[in-house]
């Protein structure tokens, strides 16, 4: 009778060690989710196209629900290149309460990364030029025929471009708008 005890115990306490660890991952859920304080995410959505270095340049930036993606679109300076338009890439980038960077890959030799802050400009809305504004440090690499790298770093400051409302549904006529006679 006592070794019934005893074994029917020991199951019990066997049960009771295979059920905590299975417990374990529910009361640290709570201390892994993201504290929405923190600045682990944007403070706004500032995706769109902004101004790069020269006219008709830009740089495309992509918040998404995984992380960051974008692309700088610029004029090639090499002879094989010159006045081409080159789209390169983001390897990494990163927005974080108001911070911005963000690493291209190397193309042609040349890549980009660029480290700093994102603030509200002047303009009244997304439709205008300047509702953002993303300032810091830009880091041009350029490699020679050897690998060989130099850097040139700048201050910079990179403007939203205004975007276009959203179209009303072709589909629906404007109401406001009075029907043309023929």
């Known amino acids: 009778m006592f070794n019934s005890r005893l074994s029917t115990l020991l199951l019990f306490v066997s049960l009771l060690n295979t059920l905590a660890p299975?417990?374990?991952?529910?009361s640290t859920k709570?201390?892994?989710?993201?504290n929405p304080s923190s600045p682990t995410k944007a403070a706004e959505d500032i995706s769109g196209m902004y101004s790069f270095?020269?006219?008709?340049?830009?740089v495309q930036i992509n918040?998404?629900?995984?992380?960051?993606?974008g692309y700088i679109s610029r004029r090639g300076e090499l002879d094989s290149d010159r006045g081409a338009f080159l789209d390169q890439f983001f390897s990494k980038a990163a927005v974080e309460g108001h911070d911005v960077s963000f690493t291209t890959k190397p193309l042609?030799?040349?890549?980009?990364?660029?480290?700093?802050?994102?603030?509200?400009?002047?303009?009244?809305?997304?439709?205008?030029d300047g509702y953002y504004i993303l300032r810091g440090t830009l880091i041009q690499f350029t490699a020679d025929?050897?690998?060989?790298?130099?850097?040139?770093?700048?201050?910079a400051e990179f403007k939203l471009l205004g975007?276009?409302?959203?179209?009303?549904?072709?589909?629906?006529p404007d109401p406001h708008k009075k029907a043309k006679k023929d």
């Open 145 to 155: 025929a050897n690998k060989s790298a130099t850097s040139r770093s700048r201050e």
């Open 53 to 58: 270095l020269s006219d008709g340049e830009f």
């Open 163 to 172: 975007q276009p409302p959203d179209d009303p549904e072709p589909d629906k």
């Open 22 to 26: 299975a417990q374990a991952p529910d």
């Open 108 to 128: 042609h030799g040349v890549w980009f990364e660029f480290s700093g802050r994102f603030d509200r400009g002047k303009a009244k809305n997304k439709s205008e």
């Open 63 to 69: 918040l998404e629900e995984n992380g960051v993606s």
């Open 30 to 34: 709570a201390k892994s989710q993201p």
